[in-house]
Each structure stands twice: as structure tokens, then as C-alpha cells.
């Protein structure tokens, strides 16, 4: 079968998966180790040398990246494969990812393309709690940043590289719904009204502080 070239930067790559939505696409880029971490939204996320990310749901509203913001979810993200989650795992559930990429030796985070993508609030956080179930509680939230291919992981210094891309490999949301074995989430659920500010929540703190920012 004939491969499809892998997208040369990480600019093609969102424009891969994120189509004519481009524009409300959510990036963050920074120098350095998780301890200086800064996840506010960076336009500019091609840096070789820097740590690159991307929110799996496209941003609108007020630009945040909150849950509430979160217009259509792109992409399911199984984190930690190879390391916490044997790969057999997500294949013998979701199948074959879109890409996968390479974020440490041994570890990997697998991305699945939904298309079209999730504009349904209530299913898309169905579908990232199954995911969560399943896998790993790493990968969980709309407003989840995931590792763009090209880049540094600030860790450990290793270069971040783009080892799988098959971007005709798509679910559709109706489809990982079923195979994740979803639940419905009641519609009051996806309140946040209650939420601690970013600056004083302990869970958001500790979450930033281990690598995985949670808004």
C-alpha cells in the first residue's frame, strides 16, 4: 500500500487534523523543564528545542482552554503506551491510532482521529472519561494538551518524533463510543460553576507541576 508522507512540521500536522477548523486550535510552547512549565495558548509551537503541545478539542469563547470553551473534540489520546498501557490494549479496543508519536524511549502517546469530529459536549466528555476507564487517567479531559510531533520533551531532553502516521485511520465519534463502552454524562455534569481559579486549585497545581496540565 502506498504511505502517506508523514506532514513535515508541526504546523501540517494540525493542519491535517484539524481541516478548515485551524483557526480556533489550541497550542502551547515552551523551553525547558515541566517546573517552568507555561501552558498559555502559543501560536508559535514549532520550536525543535521546546516543549510542544496541542489541545485535542478545538477553542472558542473566551480563548481559555476550559472545558466550557471546548467546540468539537479531534482527537482521543491514549498516553503512556508502551510504558503503562501495553499497546495490544487500545489496538484491541479503538484499533489502529491515526499517529503515534514517540515522546520518550519506550513511551508513546497514540492519537485517534474522530471524524467528523465531536460537537456534542456530552458525548465528547463521554468519550474522554471511557478513554480514561480504559486506559490510562493521563489522557482524560477535553481540554487535554497532547504532545505535538515536533519537539523536545523538557524531561529528559529527548526528541519527540512522529514514529506512525496513518491519517486516512479515522473513528467516528459514534464509533469510539461504542468500542470505549461509553456512558452517557448528564447534560449538569458539564457544569463548572464550582471550580477553585486556576491559581489556587490544588488538583490543577499538582497536575501542572507533574507534566500534565489540566486547563
Known amino acids: 500500500p502506498t504511505l ?9 500536522f494540525l493542519s491535517a487534523i484539524f481541516g478548515s477548523a485551524i483557526s480556533q486550535t489550541f497550542t502551547a510552547s515552551f523551553r525547558g523543564p515541566m517546573a517552568v512549565a507555561n501552558w498559555n495558548r502559543n501560536p508559535f509551537a514549532s520550536d525543535p528545542g521546546s516543549n ?3 489541545c485535542v478539542s478545538t477553542i472558542g469563547g473566551d480563548g481559555r482552554r476550559t472545558p466550557e470553551n471546548c467546540t468539537a473534540l479531534h482527537v482521543i489520546l491514549v498516553d503512556d503506551v508502551g510504558t503503562k498501557v501495553d499497546a495490544a490494549r487500545p489496538t484491541g479496543i479503538l484499533g489502529a491510532p491515526t499517529y503515534i508519536i514517540e515522546t ?17 459536549p456530552a458525548m465528547a466528555e463521554a468519550l474522554v472519561r ?7 487517567a493521563d489522557a482524560a479531559g477535553r481540554n487535554r494538551l ?7 520533551n523538557g524531561k529528559n531532553h529527548h526528541e519527540t ?3 506512525l502516521w ?7 465519534p459514534e464509533q469510539a463510543f461504542t468500542n470505549l463502552e461509553a456512558k452517557p454524562v448528564p447534560q449538569e455534569e458539564l457544569i463548572h460553576s464550582d471550580a477553585l481559579p486556576r491559581e489556587v486549585d490544588p488538583i490543577v497545581q499538582a497536575m501542572e507541576l507533574t507534566g500534565h496540565p489540566f486547563t
Do not use: H, M
Open 146 to 152: 497532547a504532545r505535538l510531533p515536533y519537539g523536545t
Open 4 to 12: 502517506t508522507p508523514k506532514p513535515p512540521n508541526n504546523d501540517r
Open 161 to 163: 518524533r512522529l514514529i
Open 166 to 172: 496513518e491519517p486516512q485511520k479515522t473513528l467516528t
Open 52 to 54: 510542544n503541545y496541542f
Open 130 to 136: 471511557g478513554a480514561k476507564e480504559l486506559f490510562t
Open 104 to 120: 520518550s524511549p519506550g513511551n508513546e502517546q497514540w492519537g485517534y482521529v474522530l471524524s467528523p469530529p465531536c460537537t456534542d
